[in-house]
């Protein structure tokens, strides 16, 4: 079975580092518009006294003496943990998602700036070594004794454990391949075979009754990589239109150098395309959302839509990840990856994925492969396990639950700040199911071909891509739809297996990416035929 085995968190990239005197964005930007989260201060959550907020891996660590990179957690975020996403669902519902995303990471940026700002001065620090604003964090290296005064700050709402080693990004360096600028040919089915897989999910009668074929929808592919020189890739993968490949400059001044197709955040550098001599993840699964079958095969869902493409591994990696993807436009983010035992540190991720959906950012992954080697409730690990996320489980070709595919439900009663969802109830995951393989067609390692016959490449790591591929239907049917609203719509139009209902085997059912796409047209008013 192939998937993306736990990774150990890798190195990240960016330069960019906060400093006191950071440019912030005004709170009072908006005038008198009204606010973007309803508050509810009857179900204000209250702060932890200053001993709780310490992690117990750092508290651990100072207990002996260490001086210890830590996560520091403002106090201050765009939506409130328990119950802020839902809040912010019910007010915002019927808003345009993709005018309400700059108003939402306005609102993201000011918070972090302001806070992080404070909480600098008081701990004497000049900079941070890596912050965010997709949750207001940032990394510091920290005394003992800087930590525990840190834990009393008001500003500050917890300490976790920096797991990550950072790396700084390498100024000079060419990408190994810029393709030429083409234009990007009329897509046919004419001639081609189509992948069972997605035949079985309902693509091409979304191609071709709908015109659809995921145009406009752009799909972050935050994996290991992809070879982008693939025929079948060539025409779909994004281009940064403001910034010159391999010229050693970042010149969008985005932090990121020649990040022109995406950027490997883990390690600094812009070269995203991987040349692995056989086994290529990234490459598999990006052929899965948008592969268009110019090599005669299509396996695409999406076979239209734009791919970017992005390598993170731990949380705060992967935060900047969801802020790239959000920044530079992206709809979707395919995640075919899985992080056991983070403890604590899933919250964060947990704040930060809420706040990506918030901003319009729709998230989808495998639910993972770990039926046969863990137990419930951490079969669906991280970040999949995250209410607001889709985790697509997998089936064989007779619907029945395949031996690997993870099962539900998931806790997060044991994790800090949250609670909730404990068990035996927890939260039912996975969300919807798709095709995992092996047998069906997936691009070859090489600049061409396929790999076909298929009969070992498996595992849920490649039903995501899937789910991807429809919700990018779904937004090129309907782009201003909400990102939870895409979630509600694969959820709703799934098709039931197993025990009626949502259950912790199926979720909600088998994708139908036609009737998805149709109910997306049909929330925008536009008739099924062209």
Not at 183 to 202: D, H, M, Q, Y
């Amino acid at each position: 079975m192939h998937h993306l085995s736990s990774r150990t968190p890798r190195q990240l990239t960016r330069t960019h580092l906060l400093t006191i005197g950071a440019a912030c964005v005004c709170l009072g930007c908006f005038g008198s518009a009204p606010p973007l989260v309803p508050r509810d201060e009857s179900r204000a959550v209250a702060g932890l006294a200053p001993d709780a907020k310490i992690d117990p891996a750092v508290k651990a660590a100072i207990d002996s003496g260490k001086t210890i990179p830590v996560i520091l957690l403002g106090h201050d975020q765009l939506l409130e943990r328990l119950h802020g996403l839902e809040r912010f669902e019910r007010a915002h519902d019927d808003d345009n998602r993709l005018q309400l995303r700059p108003r939402v990471v306005a609102e993201l940026k000011a918070l972090a700036a302001r806070e992080q700002r404070d909480i600098l001065r008081l701990l004497g620090k000049p900079r941070t070594e890596r912050s965010l604003w997709i949750a207001n964090a940032m990394v510091l290296t920290l005394t003992p004794d800087e930590v525990r005064r840190a834990a009393t700050l008001a500003d500050v709402e917890f300490i976790y454990p920096s797991i990550e080693q950072f790396a700084e990004q390498e100024p000079v360096g060419k990408l190994s391949l810029v393709l030429p600028r083409e234009a990007r040919r009329p897509f046919s089915t004419a001639g081609k075979r189509i992948a069972w897989n997605v035949e079985r999910l309902g693509a091409p009668r979304v191609w071709t009754e709908l015109g659809n074929r995921g145009e406009g929808a752009v799909i972050g592919i935050l994996d290991g990589g992809a070879n982008y020189g693939h025929p079948d890739l060539r025409s779909n993968v994004w281009r940064n239109a403001r910034e010159i490949p391999s010229n050693g400059v970042d010149d969008d001044r985005n932090g990121y150098i020649d990040d022109y197709y995406g950027y490997d955040i883990a390690t600094g550098h812009a070269e995203v395309r991987d040349t692995t001599p056989q086994r290529q993840h990234g490459t598999w699964t990006s052929g899965i959302v948008a592969g268009d079958g110019t090599n005669g095969i299509i396996t695409g869902v999406a076979p239209r839509a734009s791919l970017m493409l992005l390598i993170a591994g731990g949380p705060i990696e992967n935060g900047l990840a969801y802020e790239y993807a959000i920044e530079n436009g992206a709809d979707v983010m395919s995640m075919s990856f899985s992080i056991p035992n983070l403890g604590n540190l899933r919250g964060l991720w947990r704040m930060m994925s809420d706040h990506a959906v918030a901003a319009g950012l729709v998230l989808v992954g495998g639910a993972g492969n770990f039926q046969q080697s863990a137990k419930v409730p951490a079969q669906v690990q991280t970040p999949k396990d995250i209410p607001s996320v889709i985790a697509v489980g997998g089936v064989d070709t007779a619907s029945a639950l395949v031996f690997f595919s993870s099962l539900g439900p998931v806790e997060w009663g044991s994790v800090a700040l949250y609670g909730d969802f404990a068990m035996p109830a927890g939260l039912l995951k996975p969300d919807v199911v798709a095709y995992p393989g092996p047998n069906y067609p997936v691009l070859a390692a090489g600049d061409s071909g396929y790999i076909d016959p298929n009969p070992k490449i498996q595992g849920n790591s490649f039903s995501g891509p899937q789910g991807a591929g429809v919700a990018a239907l779904i937004l090129s049917a309907n782009p201003s739809l909400a990102a939870w609203r895409v979630k509600r719509i694969l959820e709703e139009t799934a098709r039931d297996l197993e025990t009626p209902g949502r259950d912790v085997r199926t979720g909600w059912g088998l994708i139908d990416a036609f009737a998805a796409a149709q109910r997306a047209r049909a929330l925008a008013g536009v008739s099924a035929g062209r």
